[in-house]
């Protein structure tokens, strides 16, 4: 958890629940779990259980700490919606971004079923954003489940994008992140792709964010596409308070690219 952060569709993390279990193919390569074991190696107190998903109830308050409003990706380390958080500390997390109204709430999941199935018995204030993350288009139901939640704003991360999605389901959806894998035996990306579905956004009215190209040396691949970046919010919301620096690389056809404290206590 970080008052900041260096993801560039957010600027800080707060992670009441870190690690995770593999649930589909974008979790191959999962950058939070190398994280969480060095982390581990490195005698971090909160990642003493490593990537076994763990809830930190000490960790709930720490938004209402942090005087200045930014957007908070909430559990870049772990799925708030994993099967083994139960309901009951979901519903404290949502708890404390009702009280924390001066911030953003970014919440995004690949558990798509169980968040329509919990959305219910949840409040969704307007600050509170909803998410899941549509890696190729074997993953399209994930949207028919993120439509059904009542979230003010309701967006997709295509990372990493494995594959084309020529028809990306964008009705009731405000905001599309797209970026490839990155790290050690990061999988290719097409620069096509990205650019159809950038189109996609453009033609439907949804704001279009690009992450980045990825690959094993991210930061050298940049996240320019088509001789400019792409840092598109949802209409009517705030904007990032720094946006990232472009990078001059222009991607060929193909590219290697990425994906997208405590009490210690391990989930039952």
Known sequence: MSAYSSIEWTEATWNPVTGCSK????????????FALRLQAAGHPHYVNGFKLTT????LRVPLMWRKPRLVFVCSMSDLFHEEVPLSF???VFDVMRMAKHHTFQVLTKRSSRLAELAGELPWPDNVWAGVTIESGEYLSRANDLRTVPAK????????LLGPIPHLPLQGIQWVIVGGESGPSARPMSAGWVRDIRDQCSNANVAFFFKQWGGLRKRDAGRVLDGRTWDEMPHGTARLQSTPAPRTWTAPATYRTSPSACSRTPAT
Do not use: M, W
Request: contains cysteine.
């Open 23 to 34: 649930v589909s193919k974008g979790c191959k390569n999962c950058y939070a779990e190398r």
């Open 56 to 59: 930190h109830h000490d960790a």
């Open 90 to 92: 979901i519903r404290q």
């Open 153 to 160: 704003v309701k967006f997709l991360s295509l990372e990493p």
